[in-house]
């Protein structure tokens, strides 16, 4: 254990780390953790300086000093600030590491916090500029103004000077929502268009434009109910399709499809203007991220879980595309854009390939050589990556990297780590990991990341195809890769173990109760495990769209067959499992882990168990406590299939 520490903070800590940042006015932002700061500094630069080896860096905020001066347990959760200059912003202060958080007005040049400027008192809030005087509001606004899932409804306006009881309501959803957030589309030069989506359930909703002096009642726009708005670019508003839709006769665009309509037309006549198609992906590709720049679109593009970065442009009423020459086999993605931003940053990533940093122009389309670059943390030389398949259930052929020493012999006797998430349409693509090299390959183990449904790798269908009570499949994915790298000789029961965490740590509850013949260590991050009750804690309620409802007869039937917690076998034999939570979670509630160890210590089945006081659901709040649990999560498992 000392010794994975060390090198944990070693790598936690390092001077030699990427400080990726936001642009704005002519400074690089970047928010900044090492052994001295341990809660972070706040900081900027000047961008033309920013490539340089030592960039002369600007603390703005230091947050160790901040919660010393106030004795406050301050976790910084981020920034929202007024464009285009930037000047004020709103910093969100959270107590331990928790989603809800405080929001203090802070002006940048002064250096402080705004002497009576705009404060919001801790909730699951949200926050958008108006203008200087001027913020929406969504927040705990008191007795019955928050969803069963912890969120805010209520949207209302708040003026500069007024406090939160004198603020005017503009749009209300239902108790019975997710949340009602408010939001801005950046038109350019701070030219901004109000608007708030009221989210029926995770994955479906509605978005509302809101008129600028708030007269009247917000206005939807006629969109299916699985879509997301990316912003206006060249009068377009881009939008991705989670469902197929037919917005007029003879039209139809399918699931994953990216299309434009004219804004401006939208504006004008509050009817929905003709819609065109801008990209199909294959069924092989998935669209992962839009983001608009000065001058051009930037996508990010999943291809056979691999990622590219694709330039959109628009020239004389017709859209193009380019591809920009990044690396191949990895994951290349957009760091930063911003509307009023011609220089963005992308970065490129691969199992065995340390981040690098671009800088892109979208003025003269030029990507430059590697403005930053991790060094190596561990010699990837002995290492090869490989991609397979396995077939589950159904048939299905489930993609998965596997990263070993190129001198494996395949004669079952292999340490592996199997991780896998699986849910809420997040994809997991290539990415380097110091710790996994240093605490893991190092060590003589073997690395396996599964693309199982559940994940977004092939886009939206490939999420839904896990849905509710079709998630066996899901469950069904990680049992066949993990069966296939047994076939393969890779490793073997005995020498297997999985890794997961809040969803995916909901997968590691069910692996553990459904297959224990199959691996001989668990980790159990953050977990979903009671799921007759998950929907009433905490934020549970806002994923009944993705796990059905304990409330709905045939769903509740499925979860009593999965959920980890009710399917425990008093008789069977368990692997030691490893439980790791945190008392400041309050998006999973730490129950979970707390239940399901009380239950396998009533019935003497063997676990471990840590819960840091600290870190919400990161369980960690600072680059130490990091260190610490990887530590132990990497003792834990040398310990279980390590000779």
């Known amino acids: 254990f000392e010794g994975l520490k060390a090198d944990a903070l070693k790598i936690a800590n390092a001077k030699e780390r990427i400080p990726y940042g936001s642009i704005r006015n002519g400074y690089v932002y970047n928010f900044w953790q090492d052994e001295t700061n341990v809660r972070g500094l706040w900081r900027r630069t000047p961008l033309d300086a920013y490539a340089s080896e030592a960039p002369p860096w600007e603390i703005i905020l230091d947050f160790d000093a901040l919660a010393e001066a106030e004795d406050q347990n301050w976790v910084f959760k981020g920034v929202n600030c007024l464009g285009p200059d930037g000047r004020l912003c709103l910093v969100s202060l959270s107590n331990g590491g928790k989603d809800a958080a405080v929001q203090r007005e802070f002006d940048v040049e ?8 705009f404060f919001i008192p801790e909730a699951k809030s949200g926050a958008e500029w108006v203008d200087e005087d001027t913020l929406m509001v969504a927040t705990d606004w008191g007795e019955s103004s928050m969803t069963e899932s912890g969120y805010p409804y ?6 500069r000077g007024q406090s939160l009881d004198q603020a005017a309501e503009i749009i209300r959803g239902e108790e019975t929502d997710v949340g009602v957030w408010p939001f801005s589309v950046d038109l350019g030069g701070g030219d901004l268009v109000m608007m708030a989506r009221e989210a029926d359930t995770f994955f479906t909703g509605s978005y509302f434009t809101i008129a600028d002096d708030f007269s009247g009642e917000p206005t939807k726009l006629p969109l299916p109910a699985r879509s997301t708005l990316n912003g206006v670019f060249e009068d377009h508003m881009l939008v991705t399709l989670e469902e197929d839709w037919s917005p007029y006769p003879g039209q139809e665009f399918k699931t994953g499809d990216l299309v434009a309509f004219s ?16 990209m199909r992906p294959t069924a092989t590709q998935a669209i992962e991220g839009v983001s608009i720049a000065k001058g051009a679109v930037l996508i990010s593009l999943n291809d056979n879980v691999a990622q590219k970065v694709v330039s959109l442009i628009r020239e004389d009423g017709q859209w193009g595309f380019s591809d920009i020459a990044l690396p191949d086999n990895g994951a290349a993605g957009v760091a930063f854009a911003s509307i009023n931003e011609e220089r963005t940053f992308l970065n490129y990533e691969g199992f065995l390939t340390p981040d690098s940093l671009y800088e892109y122009s979208t003025q003269n389309m030029q990507l430059s050589e590697a403005i930053k670059s991790l060094p190596a943390k561990f010699d990837a030389s002995p290492y090869v990556v490989e991609q397979f398949q396995a077939a589950s259930s159904d048939g299905t052929q489930i993609p998965y990297f596997v990263v070993r020493a190129k001198e494996t012999e395949l004669n079952g006797d292999t340490p592996t780590l199997l991780y896998a998430y699986g849910g809420f349409q997040i994809s997991l693509n290539p990415s380097y990991s110091a710790n996994i090299g240093k605490l893991w390959l190092d060590k003589g183990g ?7 449904r559940g994940g977004g790798e092939f886009g939206p269908a490939w999420h839904q195809a896990g849905l ?12 066949a890769v993990a069966e296939d790298l047994t076939a393969r000789n890779l490793t073997s029961p005995e020498k297997l173990g999985i890794m997961g965490g809040s969803n995916g740590g909901l997968l590691m509850g069910v ?14 991050q953050v977990p979903l495990l009671d799921m007759l009750r998950y929907h009433l804690l905490l934020a549970g309620a806002s994923w009944v769209d993705e796990y059905g409802s304990p409330d709905v007869a045939e769903e509740r039937a499925f979860l009593e067959r999965t959920s980890p917690y009710h399917n425990i076998d008093a008789a069977a034999d368990y692997p030691e499992i490893f439980f790791v939570t945190s008392t400041k979670d309050d998006r999973v509630h730490p129950a979970h882990a707390r239940k399901m160890a009380k239950r396998l210590s009533e019935l003497d089945k063997p676990f471990l168990y840590y819960e840091n006081i600290d870190g919400g659901h990161s369980a960690a709040a600072n680059q130490s406590e990091a260190a610490r649990r990887r530590a132990l999560e990497y003792t834990y498992l040398a310990q279980r299939l390590m000779d």
């Open 468 to 479: 509710k009570t079709n998630r066996q499949l899901i469950f069904d994915d990680f049992i």
């Open 263 to 278: 804004w401006s037309g939208w504006v004008d006549k509050q009817t929905l203007p003709d819609v065109d198609l801008i």
């Open 446 to 452: 073997a690395y396996v990341l599964a693309n199982i």
């Open 511 to 524: 692996m553990y109760t459904q297959r224990p013949d199959l691996w001989n260590a668990v980790v159990c």
């Open 110 to 117: 002064a250096k402080a916090f705004v002497e009576n400027g």
């Open 154 to 159: 209520i949207v209302k306006v708040l003026k």
